[in-house]
Nanobody
């Protein structure tokens, strides 16, 4: 089992920045691929960004150039720096862990409860 806890969400004006953090505990040897997903009210959960232990990164087209994922393997943590935020970025952001390199939510075995990000116009 892997437990994930996100932090860093909040309310920010459009154009602003936030940095999300996610700390993993438990069987952290399973944290090969760590990713961020988001879910807005009435919408499906969507992929945002992910990163392997060897620093290979993936980004959704909607966040490329604005968001940066990073991770600290020694701390079993992953981060999401979000710049130039837009109202459409408003969602609950979840951290997740997978054993394979994937952007598909159903291939992620462990999920955090999420942190709310609200971007006002």
């Amino acid at each position: 089992q892997v437990q994930l806890v996100e932090s860093g969400g909040g309310l920010v004006q459009a154009g602003g920045s936030l940095r999300l953090s996610c700390a993993a505990s438990g069987r952290t040897s399973s944290t090969y691929f760590m990713g961020w997903f988001r879910q807005a009210p009435g919408k499906e959960r969507e992929f945002v960004a992910a990163m392997s232990r060897s620093s290979i990164t993936y980004y959704a087209d909607s966040v490329k150039g604005r968001f940066t994922i990073s991770r600290d393997n020694a701390k079993n943590s992953v981060y999401l720096q979000m710049n130039s935020l837009k109202p459409e970025d408003t969602a609950v952001y979840h951290c997740a862990v997978a054993n394979v390199a994937t952007v598909k939510p159903y291939e992620y075995a462990y999920w955090g409860p999420g942190t709310q990000v609200t971007v006002s116009s």
